[in-house]
């Protein structure tokens, strides 16, 4: 694909090495000529680094398998997921989830992607259903506008919420920048 077309969540391969895009930027000067800007992550080692593409280079999009998995419980190894179906069990680390686990919570279905039969990452669903744990009350007939206060959920993901959600209430976030969307049924 050409590099315009890259975009946040794709893994790449660079140099033989798979990335995951973190943040794209379409760059246009006014001198010169366009290129992308990107925030990739290295899959097999968790580091971080920037490229810039022109917008004409050539990317290698890798497609990746995913298999639906329960997340178990984190140690010092990592986080533990367990196949439904074959009871097989992989620990991916930090380094690797980077922030996805703040959307994860235990006991959960998950899609897991791999890539040659070996465990990269996983597939966040475009919103999850977390529980507020810990926020400040709420200012009744404070103001017209609408007010933002910080919410911390029970994964540890602090969220800006309006100023009504309460603790203990159940809220719908949206994972691709971990935005409250809604109050969740």
Known sequence: MKATNIRKGNVV??????YRVMQM???????????????????????????????????E?????????????KDQQGFHFMDTETYD????????????????LPETSILIETFEGNPVGLELPPTVDLRVVDTAPGIKDATAQAQRKAATME?????????????????RVNTTDGSYSERAK
């Open 13 to 18: 391969r660079v140099n033989s090495v798979l």
């Open 89 to 104: 069990q992989v620990a991916l680390n930090e380094d690797t989830l980077g922030d996805a686990m703040l959307y994860v």
């Open 25 to 59: 930027d379409h760059v246009t000067p006014g001198k010169g000529r366009a290129h992308v800007q990107t925030k990739l992550r290295n899959l097999t080692e968790g580091t971080q680094t920037e490229m810039r593409f022109r917008s004409t280079d050539d990317i």
């Open 155 to 171: 994964t540890g993901l602090v969220v800006q919420v309006p100023a009504f959600i309460e603790q203990d209430e159940l809220i």
């Open 61 to 73: 999009k890798v497609a990746l398998e995913t298999k639906k998995m329960q997340y178990l419980y």
